[in-house]
């Protein structure tokens, strides 16, 4: 029987800060990461950012160049954003009469990663009690269901001693 080597990865939760001028500091962190870490590494969380206009809808139009900030991160370190599934926002708000929706919340993966995993796909969830919905990192094709078998009983399984 031929088992599969369990390689060894790092995944990070992010919260990136929303505040614009902490922005560049934490990418830049993560960069720096980047440069030191030797195992394929996941980043998932909340980038407070998004990278296309198909990311968001409602309220104000961004500029092209707000989308330019985490495009510019993921190419620098040779990464990719999660391919998703379900939900395309993952991030809502009333915002005065406008209800807007964003994708704020992703996986990045780095090419070593996508070596191993390349199935990787994120799965966004329903909005519940938060005004982000969770998501989900899937790193394969889902386990194949065994086949239910019919319940079989032996009545020489039950065998018992009378005292």
């Known amino acids: 029987m031929m088992t599969k080597k369990i390689k060894n990865v790092i995944i990070n939760g992010k919260y990136a800060p929303a505040q614009y001028r902490e922005k ?4 830049g962190q ?3 990461f980047n440069s030191v870490i030797d195992l394929p ?8 950012e998004i ?5 968001k809808k409602g309220g104000l139009t961004y500029l092209l160049s707000k989308y330019a900030r985490l495009n510019s991160f993921i190419n620098e370190i040779n990464a990719i954003s999660v391919p998703s599934s379900g939900n395309c926002f993952t991030w809502k708000k009333k915002i005065r009469t406008n ?6 919340d992703r996986a990045i993966i780095m090419s070593d990663w996508l070596n191993i995993y390349p199935e990787s796909i994120v799965t966004h969830g329903q909005f519940t009690c938060s005004d982000h919905c969770p998501i989900v990192l899937t790193i394969g094709p889902p ?4 086949k239910n078998f019919p319940f079989r009983f032996q009545n020489a399984w039950c065998q018992y001693q009378q005292v």
């Open 24 to 27: 560049d500091n934490f990418l």
């Open 30 to 32: 993560l960069r720096h």
């Open 51 to 55: 990278a296309s206009l198909g990311e």
């Open 99 to 104: 209800l807007v929706y964003e994708r704020l």
């Open 41 to 48: 590494w996941c980043l998932i969380g909340d980038f407070n």
């Open 143 to 146: 386990n194949q269901r065994r």
